[in-house]
Structure formats: structure tokens, C-alpha cells
């Protein structure tokens, strides 16, 4: 549970550069490249925690059927977060 809790985090910390990046990009006062910078996080995120199951498959020698459950968890919260910080930003 430790491995999940800071894989999570380093998906937070992905996030918030993400969204730093977007920030820097659009200059104060636009919104549409932080809600575009949220989007391609869930992108990369998607990425990110596929790899993270797959190391738990191949390397760490657990079963398939036992890691696919932590991969939702690990991708959807942080994908979440994003998704709202999109919904908030694009509706502006």
C-alpha cells in the first residue's frame, strides 16, 4: 500500500508541473492552456500508470488480476483532480 500511496503522489507532482507548464504558457488571465495542460496530464498519466502495472506484472512478479485494481486507483485519483481542474478551467 506504501508503493501505491507514493506512486500516487508522484502523479500529484505530475500534475502540478502540468499545470505549472500550462500557467507559464498562457500568461495570467487564460484559462484554456491550464484546462489543456489538465487534459494532456490524464494523457501521460494514462501512460504513466499502465507502466507502473507493468512493472508490478513483469519485474514484481504479481498477477495480472491483482494488479488491475491499484492501476485504477492509482490512475483515477490523480485523473480525477485533473478532470475537475479541466471542468473548472474549460468552463470559463
Do not use: D
Not at 1 to 26: D, E, N, S, Y
Not at 41 to 59: P, S, Y
Amino acid at each position: 500500500m506504501a508503493h501505491t500511496l507514493k506512486v500516487i503522489a508522484a502523479g500529484f507532482a505530475l500534475l502540478v508541473v502540468c499545470l505549472v507548464i500550462g500557467r507559464l504558457m498562457g500568461g495570467p488571465g487564460q484559462s484554456a492552456p491550464i484546462a489543456r495542460a489538465a487534459l494532456v496530464f490524464i494523457g501521460l498519466w494514462l501512460i504513466g500508470a499502465a507502466i507502473n502495472m507493468w512493472i508490478g506484472v513483469a519485474r514484481a512478479g504479481y498477477p495480472f488480476r491483482e494488479e488491475i485494481p491499484y492501476f485504477f486507483i492509482v490512475f483515477l485519483v490523480p485523473a480525477v483532480v485533473a478532470a475537475v481542474v479541466w471542468w473548472r478551467y474549460y468552463a470559463r
